[in-house]
T-cell receptor
Framework: AQSVTQLDSQVPVFEEAPVELRCNYSSSVSVYLFWYVQYPNQGLQLLLKYLSGSTLVKGINGFEAEFNKSQTSFHLRKPSVHISDTAEYFCAVSDGNNFNKFYFGSGTKLNVKP | NAGVTQTPKFQVLKTGQSMTLQCAQDMNHEYMSWYRQDPGMGLRLIHYSVGAGITDQGEVPNGYNVSRSTTEDFPLRLLSAAPSQTSVYFC????????????FGPGTRLLVL
């Protein structure tokens, strides 16, 4: 089974500053990687996903993530955050052994301050 | 097009009671799944289904039953609720191919006393 680690449970940042949310996963032959966002009292919404090809993936709302196979990481970045980015962010992975099973990290709460 | 719907939104149960959490989708998705979300633990997969009549266990299946008689519906049954099942439950669906996006419902908040 896969495991996903999000080391930062909370990340405070000022508006218009850059942010990086970290995600590491346990190694596997092939993986599919996802970042989701959850606004208060709502379900999860997909931000971006890596399936294959270019290691730099661009998503919605100006977010991007880079797949690094050697470091088994998939960190999420945004060059300039807005107040509206305040939410909880989840990294998830499925792998080639069973792509129907998804494993989520514990989440990172991004708090954007004015 | 309502997407993924879940009922009820909130439920309080006593230990030992049974209940069914409902999930429906109108996108003709073959894949449906149930997760529970607990503080500090993210989402954990309970059960999933890749089509009518086909279900399989996820990471934390104990205490939960599922069945899939139609493409649209994927109910989650708690036969004898326990306080450890207090959680927020999310249903999700997607097309079957691995690259397809999962769509989540709004969640059901369950409190077991």
């Amino acid at each position: 089974a896969q495991s996903v680690t999000q080391l930062d449970s909370q990340v405070p940042v000022f508006e218009e500053a850059p942010v990086e949310l970290r995600c590491n996963y346990s190694s596997s032959v092939s993986v599919y990687l996802f970042w989701y966002v959850q606004y208060p009292n709502q379900g999860l919404q997909l931000l971006l996903k890596y399936l294959s090809g270019s290691t730099l993936v661009k998503g919605i709302n100006g977010f991007e993530a880079e797949f690094n196979k050697s470091q088994t990481s998939f960190h999420l970045r945004k060059p300039s955050v807005h107040i509206s980015d305040t939410a909880e962010y989840f990294c998830a992975v499925s792998d080639g052994n069973n792509f129907n099973k998804f494993y989520f990290g514990s989440g990172t709460k991004l708090n954007v301050k004015p | 097009n309502a997407g993924v719907t879940q009922t009820p939104k909130f439920q309080v149960l006593k230990t030992g009671q049974s209940m069914t959490l409902q999930c429906a989708q109108d996108m003709n998705h073959e894949y449906m799944s149930w997760y529970r979300q607990d503080p500090g633990m993210g989402l954990r997969l309970i059960h999933y289904s890749v089509g009518a009549g086909i279900t399989d266990q996820g990471e934390v299946p104990n205490g939960y039953n599922v069945s899939r008689s139609t493409t649209e519906d994927f109910p989650l049954r708690l036969l004898s609720a326990a306080p450890s099942q207090t959680s927020v439950y999310f249903c999700a669906s997607k097309d079957r191919a691995f690259q397809e996006t999962q769509y989540f419902g709004p969640g059901t908040r369950l409190l077991v006393l």
